[in-house]
């Protein structure tokens, strides 16, 4: 009996894997009101899922980030969570394109929560530029950009800076993950 049970094992464990995915993907459709029908990955070896096809800028843009993200990780001393395909990122439908200055700026509207009462609550939500959806798998949101690609870098390398603080330095994680009680990015120099 010994043999069918170990096959039971291993497909038990293909069941938690795949189904920590699928919360992580059910949670980043529930947070932004939308649906990721596309998935792939940047060249460098990202997971990416879209509500529409990801242009290869996007990705392009994507590994750009997360390039910046690990060089200064590294220059900080930090080791973990520094692989491409450590990271998922979701392209989501933007709320908005313009800023209140007019200026081009996807962003996505999320439940105020913490930031409540404060200078960026819109009236219960917020407009942030992203999200981090997940710690541990390594996930964050994003809205689709047509233009500004250097945008989508910073954003992308703003995210992974809280993820790669919660797998380096909980403690400066702590300190930092909250806008509206600490200062905004970057946090890594
Ligand atoms: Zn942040």
Avoid: W
Wanted: proline share 4%; aromatic share 10%.
């Amino acid at each position: 009996m010994l043999r069918p049970l170990k096959i039971t094992i291993i497909l038990g464990l293909l069941a938690i894997a795949t189904f920590a995915q699928s919360g992580v993907v059910a949670t980043a459709e529930r947070i932004s009101g939308d649906s990721f029908d596309y998935s792939t990955a940047t060249p460098n070896g990202a997971q990416v899922y879209g509500v529409n096809k990801p242009s290869a800028a996007m990705l392009s843009a994507i590994d750009t980030g997360l390039t910046d993200l690990f060089t200064v990780a590294r220059k900080n001393g930090y080791s973990k969570r520094l692989n491409y395909s450590d990271y998922t990122v979701f392209i989501a439908r933007p709320d908005r394109t313009q800023d209140s200055t007019g200026a081009y700026s996807p962003d996505i509207a999320i439940g105020a929560a913490q930031y409540a009462g404060s200078v960026y609550d819109k009236g219960g939500y917020i407009y942030a530029a992203g999200m981090v959806i997940s710690n541990n798998p390594c996930a964050f949101l994003i809205a689709d950009h047509t233009k500004d690609l250097q945008r989508v870098s910073n954003v992308v390398r703003y995210e992974g800076e809280h993820l790669v603080l919660y797998h380096n330095d909980r403690q400066r994680y702590l300190a930092t993950r909250d806008h509206s009680k600490s200062g905004g990015h970057p946090i890594l120099q």
